[in-house]
């Protein structure tokens, strides 16, 4: 999918959490979203899932604007994990990634083969699949980000959004979905607060204060300049031994 934001701004009662939010996501990019804590990250994942309406502004999806799209064609278009996705329902784990099916289930298209397969292939990319009939409830925080990243492949989206999905997850979980993430052929947007996952997503933009301030590769876009201003750290880039770009950071300003 390709996506236009345009001249977005987002306010509760006067307070402006988003100003004037412009830029594009193209076709299949993996594209990192990183800012400072209360940058507007979270703000603008749920206004490009088109779950908060801009205050003014619009978000284009493959030309369609958001607001106009019906509910039913959005949830099968747009996939969003949020920060402290939860539920109070008493679910297995199957149950929960078989949610990622509804919007595709009518009275004239029941469930069928390919939504199992869908939600067995789901299972099988976080490696919860041996978890499938354990309740929700019983999981840990880690694993239930898991299983919230399994619902979002399971409705098959053509945008994913995930924000800051490596929460909670061990070392070896992080790397695993990381590399899952960037071999998705779909566009995909991560807000990220480890500038080093962020520096493998092709392109960055970098919010500062409800305003994008920098989108780019994240080579030209993570100066020191950059962290220094927008983050308040002072960092060196240097290479790591694969040759891969890394930032070291040093100390708080
Ligand atoms: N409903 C609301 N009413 C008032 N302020 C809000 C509301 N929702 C968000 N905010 C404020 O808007 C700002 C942006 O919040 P947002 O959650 O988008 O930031 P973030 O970049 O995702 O932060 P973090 O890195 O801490 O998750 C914050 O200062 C937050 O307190």
């Given at each position: 999918m390709k996506v236009e934001v345009r001249d977005l701004c987002a306010r509760v009662h006067g307070t402006p959490l988003l100003s004037d939010v412009s830029f594009r996501l193209h076709e299949r990019e993996l594209f990192g979203l990183v800012g400072p804590n209360g940058s507007g990250k979270s703000t603008l994942m749920r206004c490009l899932a088109g779950l908060r309406r801009p205050s003014s502004g619009r978000v284009l999806a493959d030309g369609e604007d958001l607001a106009w799209m019906p509910l039913r064609t959005r949830a099968q278009r747009i996939a969003l994990v949020e920060q402290q996705a939860d539920t109070t329902d008493r679910l297995t784990v199957r149950d929960a990634v078989e949610l990622g099916r509804t919007p595709y289930l009518s009275p004239l298209r029941g469930w069928g083969v390919a939504d199992d397969m869908a939600v067995g292939d789901a299972l099988g990319a976080v490696e919860m699949a041996g978890f499938a009939t354990r309740h929700w409830h019983t999981l840990s925080g880690g694993e239930?980000?898991?299983?919230?990243?399994?619902?979002?492949?399971a409705q098959s989206p053509d945008l994913?959004?995930?924000d800051e999905p490596t929460n909670h997850l061990d070392i070896r979980h992080q790397l695993s979905l990381l590399a899952l993430v960037r071999d998705l052929r779909i566009t995909r947007v991560v807000a990220l607060h480890d500038l080093n996952q962020a520096m493998e997503c092709d392109r960055i933009g970098v919010l500062h204060g409800g305003r994008l301030v920098a989108t780019g590769s994240p080579q030209d876009v993570l100066d020191e300049a950059l962290l220094a201003e927008v983050f308040g750290v002072t960092a060196t880039r240097h290479r790591a031994p694969d040759g891969s770009p890394r930032l070291h950071f040093s100390h708080a300003l």
């Amino acid at each position: 999918m390709k996506v236009e934001v345009r001249d977005l701004c987002a306010r509760v009662h006067g307070t402006p959490l988003l100003s004037d939010v412009s830029f594009r996501l193209h076709e299949r990019e993996l594209f990192g979203l990183v800012g400072p804590n209360g940058s507007g990250k979270s703000t603008l994942m749920r206004c490009l899932a088109g779950l908060r309406r801009p205050s003014s502004g619009r978000v284009l999806a493959d030309g369609e604007d958001l607001a106009w799209m019906p509910l039913r064609t959005r949830a099968q278009r747009i996939a969003l994990v949020e920060q402290q996705a939860d539920t109070t329902d008493r679910l297995t784990v199957r149950d929960a990634v078989e949610l990622g099916r509804t919007p595709y289930l009518s009275p004239l298209r029941g469930w069928g083969v390919a939504d199992d397969m869908a939600v067995g292939d789901a299972l099988g990319a976080v490696e919860m699949a041996g978890f499938a009939t354990r309740h929700w409830h019983t999981l840990s925080g880690g694993e239930q980000q898991r299983v919230h990243i399994a619902r979002a492949l399971a409705q098959s989206p053509d945008l994913l959004l995930l924000d800051e999905p490596t929460n909670h997850l061990d070392i070896r979980h992080q790397l695993s979905l990381l590399a899952l993430v960037r071999d998705l052929r779909i566009t995909r947007v991560v807000a990220l607060h480890d500038l080093n996952q962020a520096m493998e997503c092709d392109r960055i933009g970098v919010l500062h204060g409800g305003r994008l301030v920098a989108t780019g590769s994240p080579q030209d876009v993570l100066d020191e300049a950059l962290l220094a201003e927008v983050f308040g750290v002072t960092a060196t880039r240097h290479r790591a031994p694969d040759g891969s770009p890394r930032l070291h950071f040093s100390h708080a300003l």
